[in-house]
């Protein structure tokens, strides 16, 4: 065979083979991962082949759908084999003992019936998701029995101080300035008191509850976050907030989220990152918000989550 041919026959078997793993590739590519919906979550999952899985609650009043649409994660997932779990629980700032119960059950039966690995779970919440995402994992983490130990939680821009919340919702409607504020903070203290009271009687009530009680510097309901990998995301636009909503630094979110952080670190939480972004906050419609999904880096998410 002379050196012609044996170079056309090379040619031929090597794009042979790099055809035949094109198709391969793609034919795995149209089944690798399926999606389940029920009424209390979406699962986007591989078929094969993954260790980690990645657990979302929304913010109040918002689905799985929502989530899904402001938090564009699923793509990078996927090319990183994670299981997400989009959870359809909200409606809720703090959590009850009985909730707590309930959900851990709820998360557990989750688990098994879609056969989802349990040595790599991830929880992470926006709004007040975060607050259920942190409360929750230290339960968890406190009952083994449940089989359900995160390594990681995340909050985005969560208000984990109920009676900070409360305070600073007495301060707008004094303010009187925004029609989205008033509202929301007519709602929040009418809430509040109603379930739990008013902060000046029952600040115990509310220690129990919160998630962080700035005012007393409790962290009891995130004892069992110790050993855990914590990343506290907030967007402290102190210009945006004062321009849109007349509201001052001691009032948002993010005042209080670095307390947190100051706090555990303080507590001896070793594993816990303060995430302050800039200009990152937009909704999916393109408005400008810094309380959004937005503000978390998802590429470097996922690189926490498989480091």
Known sequence: MN???????????????????????KTHLKSEYKEIITNS???????????????????????????????????????????????????KLW??????????????????????PTNNIYIGGYSSGGNVSLIISSFLNENKEYNLMPKGVFIVDS????IALYQSSKKNLKKNFSEVSINESSWIIETLEKQIGNPKND?????????FT?????????????????????EPDTLWWKKNRMADYDQLNSSHIKKL??????????????IATV?????ANGDRHPHSWSIVDKQELIKWITQ
Do not use: W
């Not at 208000?159 to 109920?162: S, V, Y």
């Not at 600040?203 to 998630?211: D, E, M, N, P, R």
């Not at 200009?279 to 909704?283: P, T």
């Open 41 to 91: 979550y979406v699962i986007s999952k591989p078929l094969e082949n993954f260790k980690e899985v990645l657990v979302l609650f929304p913010g109040f009043s918002h689905k799985a759908e929502d989530t899904k649409q402001e938090f564009k994660i699923n793509k990078i997932a996927k090319q990183n084999s994670i299981a997400v779990v989009y959870m359809n629980f909200n409606h």
């Open 203 to 211: 600040i115990l009530k509310y220690q129990q509850l919160s998630t």
């Open 261 to 274: 952080s100051k706090k555990l670190k303080e507590s001896g939480f070793n594993q816990v990152e303060y």
């Open 95 to 116: 959590l009850e003992k009985n909730e707590k119960l309930k959900l851990s059950k709820q998360l557990q039966n989750l688990f098994l019936e879609n056969e989802l």
């Open 279 to 283: 200009n990152k906050g937009y909704r």
């Open 214 to 234: 700035s005012e007393t510097n409790n962290i009891d309901n995130l004892i069992g976050l110790k050993n855990t990998n914590i990343r506290l995301y907030t």
């Open 3 to 25: 050196k012609i041919s044996v170079f056309t026959f090379i040619l031929v078997i090597f794009f042979s083979c790099e055809n035949t793993k094109k198709k391969k590739q």
């Open 159 to 162: 208000p984990i101080d109920l």
